[in-house]
């Protein structure tokens, strides 16, 4: 006797069957390319890559001080930055030293980056080759070092000490407090560690959420922490692959 119930309910079983198999014989997805990323080294951090790269230019976007470039490595494409500089499409470039970062914002495009690679030294195969880009990281690792060596002496630190201030206050009159030690208090919002020898801070007080006060540190801060920092402020300062800042405090000193 024919049972429309039944039979209903085979036939859907049958095609969620079917549909099953053809999922398991479609084509298989793969994970998006990511550049390779190698264990920490030295000083540097676990996000900076330190393989030698050869790659070659794609496509330019020129900034203000940097440039970012599309490039091609072993037939993958990715996006890198490096400071502003002559470079040519179809030409193969060298670096050793790149900081990767993700949903990377130019405000300069109206662009954002889903990875990018902040390149610190980014120069012409042609013109040198790897002893050039060698010669190139000698001078980094020097500058690093001469950074290092300039710390301010404790006695000289009282001399130039200020008070509290609050972020508001070195954003509206920066040249007051320049080469002063002053006390800032508030939250850790984000934090980089381990880059060239410092962690790199990034303190909100509620004064002036809209502007990203940095303090580099030799004190590991967790993100969310409560702290007061104490640092001398610096204008001005570029160290290059993006980190460049109209106001800097460095040297910072956790006091509570």
Known sequence: MYHPIKNKAYILVVLIVSLL???????????PFAVKQIPQKGHF?????LEMHEVVAKEILPAGKYIYIKVEEGGREFWISARKQPIEEGTAYLYNEALMKTAFESKEHQRVFDTIYLVTTLIPK???GESLMNNKMDDISKKAETIKNSVVSTEERDRLYHGTVKVSDLVENPEKYAGKVVELSGECAKVNN???????IHLKDGSQDDFDLVITSATEIEKGDKITMRGIVR?????GSGYSYDILVEEGELIQ
Do not use: A, Q
């Open 194 to 200: 381990g880059i060239m020898g410092k962690n790199w």
């Open 126 to 128: 042609k013109h040198g």
């Open 235 to 239: 204008l001005n300062r570029d160290f």
């Open 21 to 31: 198999s053809g999922c398991n014989m479609g084509p298989k997805t793969t994970e």
């Open 45 to 49: 951090g676990s996000d900076v890559d």
